[in-house]
């Protein structure tokens, strides 16, 4: 089945860090989804991108559409205290299905 | 008026009994799934149903029964449950299977302990 690669699997940085993560796929997709997981709720939609080589941006969120469509990386700026979380990638070709989500940590 | 919603959020039960599981989405979508959250956190889908058809089954065994009574309704049933089982139950929708109609939106999550 199809299969989402997402590095790195954690990662803890300093209050106003940048952050950078990515996700790969042997498969192509025609959507790429990035969504923001707090505990105890659902995962949250923060981008979507739907062609290749699109760039997209939700505040201090950027996100790309890979040209080869394999592949997606989520940028978070200037990072805060409230991105702390799980991010998980998605896509999206008939069925959406995830990496394994990046934990992040923020030391403030 | 939560848009996705499933219910309950917390389950306990014993292994070997059946337990259901409900949702419903206020959006107006056409497709909905099930998703499996285990410990590690790794979101597998489990079904999609397309205006109350089966599209996706991924592999599951078939003591999970998922029905559609309409578009606005997924439910999941788990027959003789395993410890195997337990883990983070969610429902999604979205308008539909392809380009911005994919883009999903998560219930609450059930959270299912077998003891």
């Known amino acids: 089945g199809q299969q989402l690669n997402q590095s790195p699997q954690s990662m803890f940085i300093q209050e106003g860090e940048d952050v950078s993560m990515n996700c790969t796929s042997s498969s192509i997709f025609n959507t790429w989804l990035w969504y923001k997981q707090d505990p105890g709720e659902g995962p949250v939609l923060l981008i979507a991108l739907y062609k290749a080589g699109e760039l997209t941006s939700n505040g201090r969120l950027t996100a790309q559409f890979g040209i080869t469509r394999k592949d997606s990386f989520l940028n978070i700026s200037a990072s805060i205290p409230s991105d702390v979380g799980i991010y998980f990638c998605g896509g999206g070709a008939q069925k959406l299905v995830f990496g394994q989500g990046t934990r992040l940590t923020i030391n403030p | 008026d939560t848009a996705v919603s499933q219910t309950p959020k917390y389950l306990v039960t014993q292994m070997g009994n059946d337990k259901s599981i409900k949702c419903e989405q206020n959006?107006?979508?056409?497709?909905m799934y099930w998703y499996k959250q285990d410990s590690k956190k790794f979101l597998k889908i489990m079904f999609s149903y397309n205006n109350k058809e089966l599209i996706i089954n991924e592999t599951v065994p078939n003591r999970f029964s998922p029905k559609s009574p309409d578009k606005a309704h997924l439910n999941l049933h788990i027959n003789s449950l395993e410890l195997g089982d337990s883990a983070v139950y969610f429902c999604?929708?979205?308008?539909?299977?392809?380009?911005?109609?994919?883009?999903?939106?998560f219930g609450q999550g059930t959270r299912l302990t077998v003891v």
């Open positions: 999604a929708s979205s308008q539909g299977l392809q380009g911005r109609h994919t883009e999903a939106f």
């Open positions: 959006l107006g979508h056409d497709t």
